[in-house]
């Protein structure tokens, strides 16, 4: 899938400079920027919806007590 951004250009400079020194192109960064940033924002807005579900009543919680109980992780 292609995406066209538009860049500033101290971050399209930096892009060009990192590209540059190391042979790689800039497709390469930012492709590799996107996926890790990615995870990160899947992670902040999965627990943030989790957070709503949990303050709605919508989904049960347990205590890490119940949890260590549970899962028989006494030590």
Known sequence: MAISLKL???VEAR???LAA?????RAFYATEAICKH?????DLYLAEQRRTE???G?????SLDDVI???GLES
């Open 8 to 10: 500033s250009d101290e």
């Open 38 to 42: 990615l995870e990160d924002l899947e």
């Open 58 to 62: 919508r989904v049960e919680t347990l």
């Open 15 to 17: 892009l060009d400079r």
């Open 21 to 25: 020194l190391t042979g790689k192109s």
């Open 54 to 56: 949990i303050r709605a």
């Open 69 to 71: 109980r549970r899962y």
